[in-house]
């Protein structure tokens, strides 16, 4: 038998984690074909009392990190939660930005496709997370909000990755501070199947320098998700205002996407279940100086998702992008996915 | 007391890990010294069912990772695990190659030696993951045998470790996948003490490209090990046929290796146990171009393992390489390893 | 209802964790902020039996870590731990050295200050681990000793971190062993509230080189930590004297520093505490060549911890630092952080 004042440390610490392996596969004349490994993560919590808890979230990203490797260690979360009364929370430290649909939920089990959507990860700019303090309530009618204050965006104005929003994100490390940012979101979720959601955010410089230029920024979105039995139906969209001649020179200064995406999906037996999807999406975001990443997008998807069990996934999907130009890439993509 | 519902995380996720600290001593000219901990592994383990499980292996190598570190963190094993009926499993994601004695074992307490056999190290290669579907069978009688089907190796044609087998690794990080690999093995324990297995991998191009060169590999190797009483055999041997002009020019077509070692074990008291082994090994691998780590060497072993408890060990051994040139490399190593 | 076979693993296995998230404001002409997670870490334990530990500590430095990143996975303890009689210990692995107060328990809800006090970073230098064995004995009458055999610094006497104490620590990352160091300290807590430690190293070459200039290193120091009630006194000095002309000549042969912080801590209800300190601090190290890090420095702290529990801390303190030459540095710090 065990003995349980060994199992104490246990009773207030909890282990969980998740990950995604990808392969991708090229379908126009390049034809490269690439395995990765995209994210083994670790979750670490520990509840101080009933209302003092700590969430960290600790990732490998590419499956190698060190010098010459093409992977990189993130701490993705890291903050202390506050229980307070009337459902609200507050809480200090290292947390992702409650913004879209993926941010703060992105466990491969809990979305389609087999790479997460390219609005989220080049508008909002998903995983996203900041160093900082926020509040979040959510009251018995349905309606809830989240508030925080925290680091902000530096965006590179030079360089290939130039006026790209994905690309001003300091991930918490040795990160300038000199001009924070306020997020907002306002929730419901007061009828069976339907959640909304409109959020907001502001920064005075994504730049973080003294020029004279003003770049001041300006986010603002909502989503939509509505589940029927069966059917599913997901709704985003997000929209970037940033000021300054720099960013309006580039045509940097409106960054945008959104994306729609109905689904169906099949429970199998007791256990097992099936889903199909197909999304539109429209996005754009800066080119940069000699950057061929950024640009104006129309992307159609379609794919399988497979559940052998709750919380364990087979994808496969299928991308064709179209580009401003009328150039096309198409994507085949498998992958496996688990979360705990 | 402690409140089970609270511990039933624990009951489905479970953590491990090993690690091994190493002193190596140059005893010829050069009298290099030199300590790392050379392993730190965390082990994270999911029960999804009973039939459905996640295995994961998180290391990080030479004790500091980073933009101008030795050390590397990587991902070794994850990967989900299917029961399936008439003792078949199914695999898919990252994991272990089934080749060899130490590339799916190797935890420091399971092997003679500090460090890990350089016919393993160099000619298997161990350790070696790749990304990729599986499945393994044991049955009553003692039989066995595993199949997979993952990406390959990716053979460096120049620089400094072109032609070496140990450098075509791509470790799942943004990996070429052009050619893929399948790798079999059979298994037989049903005599015992005894263990046997037979193995063999082949892949279209280890250099994963488009040139009019045929770069076809094909490994084959087999293993025994014999275990009487404090006695114990180990033997290997693992060979490589690679076809191209460039590999035969180089000297690199073949490249092989094999080891005997035998061993005597006491039990000391209830907990302790103290072990001696002597090993020969001999090996031939690719110097590629201006590299001096290749070529041909005999190699000879003796030394000590003391385990004070079963899973934590104290090591030390002596090593005497002779290259092609009868050239000799001297080496003492002392080390202390765990497992759990 | 839980399974208890399913949880032995947890009865001998132990996760552990301690981070902190700091803000730095430089108050002076340049003016800059920094929010940095500076370090996350996770403790994972085992007990092979009641006498054989494992005990080590993993830990991700600056939030992100790989190529081009600024941060750093690092493996500061690892080391197999064995209860022998009498109140004595041996260890061997990687472990923190003995020295100071901050060197071996540095959880942020330990110490008052965001930042780890500067004379025990720059003399000390914490965080210090080395790979090798050692003895620890703590008799009843309060008396206690540790005695280990380490590796050693590896002092760089070229480059912008030349003669630095701290820059000679290899990490146990593919480290030289030429020169070990042994260390060596008393302790005597036998009167309540009081506790008093003093510690010296010896290595007979702090460069690890085979050139003729004699540069053995001897370190000694003391502590002195009362508690009476509310009121807290911490007290540290530590000194280096270092043999050779280069270090003569670079005005490095001889690096000390040493703090005195007096405290006060209210309880407030019953899970929460408030504290104050002020903390004096001398040191000098080497300034190396054209290093504007070292130099001569009097340094003034003054701060507040909040603790909402215990192992939970918010901080805030203001620094101001003057030279040698009577420039001035003044910071401005808050921080979050937590143990378990």
Same mark, same amino acid.
């Given at each position: 038998?065990?003995?349980?004042?060994?199992?104490?440390?246990?009773?207030?610490?909890?282990?969980?984690?998740?990950?995604?392996?990808?392969?991708?596969?090229?379908?126009? =004349?390049? %034809?490269?074909?690439?395995?990765?490994?995209?994210?083994?993560? !670790?979750?670490?919590?520990? /509840?101080?009392?009933? +209302? &003092?808890?700590?969430?960290?979230?600790?990732?490998?990203?590419?499956?190698?990190?060190?010098?010459?490797?093409?992977?990189?260690?993130?701490?993705?979360?890291?903050?202390?939660?506050?229980?307070?009364?009337?459902?609200?929370?507050?809480?200090?430290?290292?947390?992702?930005?409650?913004?879209?649909?993926?941010?703060?939920?992105?466990?491969?089990?809990?979305?389609?496709?087999?790479?997460?959507?390219?609005?989220?990860?080049?508008?909002?700019?998903?995983?996203?997370?900041?160093?900082?303090?926020?509040?979040?309530?959510?009251?018995?009618? =349905?309606? %809830?909000?989240?508030?925080?204050?925290?680091?902000?965006?530096? !965006?590179?104005?030079?360089? /290939?990755?130039?006026? +790209? &929003?994905?690309?001003?994100?300091?991930?918490?490390?040795?990160?300038?501070?000199?001009?924070?940012?306020?997020?907002?979101?306002?929730?419901?979720?007061?009828?069976?199947?339907?959640?909304?959601?409109?959020?907001?955010?502001?920064?005075?410089?994504?730049?973080?320098?003294?020029?004279?230029?003003?770049?001041?920024?300006?986010?603002?979105?909502?989503?939509?998700?509505?589940?029927?039995?069966?059917?599913?139906?997901?709704?985003?969209?997000?929209?970037?205002?940033?000021?300054?001649?720099?960013?309006?020179?580039?045509?940097?200064?409106?960054?945008? %996407?959104?994306?729609?995406?109905?689904?169906?999906?099949?429970?199998?037996?007791?256990?097992?279940?099936?889903?199909?999807?197909?999304?539109?999406?429209?996005?754009?975001?800066?080119?940069?100086?000699?950057?061929?990443?950024?640009?104006?997008?129309?992307?159609?998807?379609?794919?399988?998702?497979?559940?052998?069990?709750?919380?364990?996934?087979?994808?496969?999907?299928?991308?064709?992008?179209?580009?401003?130009?009328?150039?096309?890439?198409?994507?085949?993509?498998?992958?496996?996915?688990?979360?705990?």
């Amino acid at each position: 038998t065990v003995d349980s004042s060994a199992l104490a440390w246990a009773a207030n610490t909890q282990i969980g984690g998740y990950g995604e392996l990808h392969f991708n596969r090229d379908l126009g =004349g390049g %034809g490269d074909n690439t395995v990765d490994f995209h994210r083994w993560v !670790l979750f670490l919590n520990h /509840s101080f009392s009933d +209302r &003092i808890k700590l969430y960290s979230e600790f990732e490998l990203e590419h499956s190698l990190a060190g010098d010459g490797a093409p992977g990189e260690v993130e701490l993705e979360q890291a903050y202390i939660d506050f229980t307070l009364d009337h459902g609200l929370n507050a809480k200090a430290g290292l947390f992702l930005l409650p913004l879209g649909l993926l941010n703060e939920t992105h466990e491969p089990d809990t979305f389609f496709g087999v790479e997460r959507n390219r609005v989220e990860s080049n508008i909002i700019p998903t995983t996203w997370w900041e160093a900082g303090v926020g509040a979040t309530q959510t009251l018995d009618n =349905g309606l %809830g909000w989240d508030l925080a204050i925290h680091s902000g965006l530096n !965006l590179p104005t030079s360089g /290939s990755n130039a006026f +790209r &929003i994905r690309s001003g994100r300091q991930k918490v490390a040795e990160a300038a501070a000199e001009d924070p940012a306020v997020t907002a979101r306002v929730r419901y979720n007061g009828v069976p199947g339907l959640s909304l959601s409109a959020f907001a955010q502001y920064q005075n410089d994504v730049t973080q320098t003294t020029s004279d230029e003003d770049n001041s920024a300006f986010l603002v979105g909502g989503t939509a998700v509505y589940q029927a039995g069966g059917f599913g139906l997901k709704a985003l969209i997000a929209s970037w205002n940033i000021d300054g001649q720099s960013f309006e020179d580039n045509g940097a200064d409106h960054q945008w %996407g959104g994306y729609l995406e109905p689904s169906y999906t099949w429970t199998i037996g007791t256990d097992q279940r099936l889903g199909v999807f197909a999304r539109y999406s429209h996005y754009e975001y800066a080119r940069g100086i000699g950057n061929v990443g950024g640009g104006t997008f129309d992307q159609y998807d379609v794919g399988v998702n497979y559940w052998p069990i709750d919380n364990v996934v087979l994808k496969a999907d299928y991308s064709h992008i179209v580009d401003e130009d009328d150039e096309v890439e198409s994507l085949l993509n498998l992958g496996v996915g688990y979360s705990f």
